[in-house]
């Protein structure tokens, strides 16, 4: 699989007003896919993703299912022009998206899912008790020292997203706490992240639990290309293996570096991020130097992703 094409899907922090609208206003797939959307939800999302207002929109609840809308429309008009991934792999929320495109979860199904997800991960933390920090400059190894030497409340790694950047959850203390360590230490910077509450943390087992009865209910196919799991940097089995991570995920870390390093070790040399912002770019880069990184979120980045592949073939 010498130039094999992964896409990658990116999570909650990536959303923005306006994100999706000229990708809809230019193909008739993107529209539909949003119509869709709001048919099986019940509320306005169009009108959420295309003009806010933001703080509504970066509502747990509301952000998840707009995410997954928009990154499937980018996917449906990426295939719509011939591009197929060869593997997948998506970020938290993202891993929904990478299962629709390997044909293990409808778009409808993941829709429902990923709103039901939103709702309990909300629910799972009071608003304002519990956050997410990014740690630059350190490595995993210190990060996980650190929070472990946290005596006031609770710190855990939540995402290993690349060298030298590890994310941070727990509670407003255990938070604190952290901070302060690791200052000391010599992280470069801790950042406070814009979410609503302590991601893929022991503190969202309540939500995992409800997302478990949630699975039950759902028929899963086997994927169709290697998808690779946030829990396990490693490819997702069959139905069961997918029913189990997908619940473990939402209070296990996501080992992003990893599952990066697992698809360009298999031969993956192009990733295309398929959805908002380009922080999987990013990322990538950062893992990855010598692979090639495009993105599709709008009628320009497809343009230019579909340049980029014409060049490669």
């Known amino acids: 699989m010498e130039s094999g094409i992964a896409f990658v899907f990116p999570g909650q922090g990536s959303q923005y007003v306006g994100m999706g609208k000229e990708m809809a206003r230019a193909f008739s797939t993107a529209a539909q896919t949003f119509k869709e959307a709001e048919e099986i939800l019940g509320w306005p999302l169009t009108r959420l993703c295309f003009e806010g207002p933001p703080e509504e929109l970066s509502q747990t609840h509301i952000t998840q299912p707009a995410v997954l809308t928009v990154e499937v429309a980018c996917l449906r008009v990426l295939t719509e022009h011939g591009i197929q991934p060869q593997g997948a792999a998506g970020h938290s929320l993202g891993e929904y998206a990478a299962l629709v495109a390997a044909g293990s979860l409808d778009f409808p199904q993941a829709l429902r899912l990923v709103a039901r997800r939103g709702e309990l991960m909300a629910k799972a933390c009071a608003p304002g008790k519990g956050g997410m920090v990014a740690v630059l400059g350190l490595s995993a190894d210190e990060v996980e020292r650190i929070c472990k030497e946290v005596k006031r409340g609770i710190a855990e790694p939540a995402n290993y997203n690349a060298p030298g950047q590890v994310v941070v959850a727990g ?143």
């Open 171 to 313: 509670d407003r203390e255990g938070l604190e706490e952290f901070t302060e360590l690791a200052k000391k230490e010599g992280a470069k910077r801790v950042v406070q992240l814009n979410v609503s509450g302590p991601f893929h943390s022991s503190l969202m087992q309540p939500a995992a639990e409800g997302l478990r009865e949630e699975l039950k209910r759902v028929a899963i196919l086997p994927p169709k290309i290697p998808v690779v799991s946030n829990v396990t940097a490693d490819y997702f089995k069959g139905e069961e293996s997918i029913r189990q991570n997908l619940i473990a995920q939402v209070a296990s870390p996501v080992r992003w570096e990893e599952s990066i390093k697992r698809l360009v070790k298999d031969g993956f040399q192009t990733f295309i991020e398929v959805g908002p912002g380009s922080v999987l770019n990013g990322l990538i880069r950062r893992i990855s130097p010598e692979v090639k990184l495009t993105r599709v979120e709008d009628p320009e980045t497809l343009a230019n992703t579909l340049k980029v592949l014409g060049e490669e073939g």
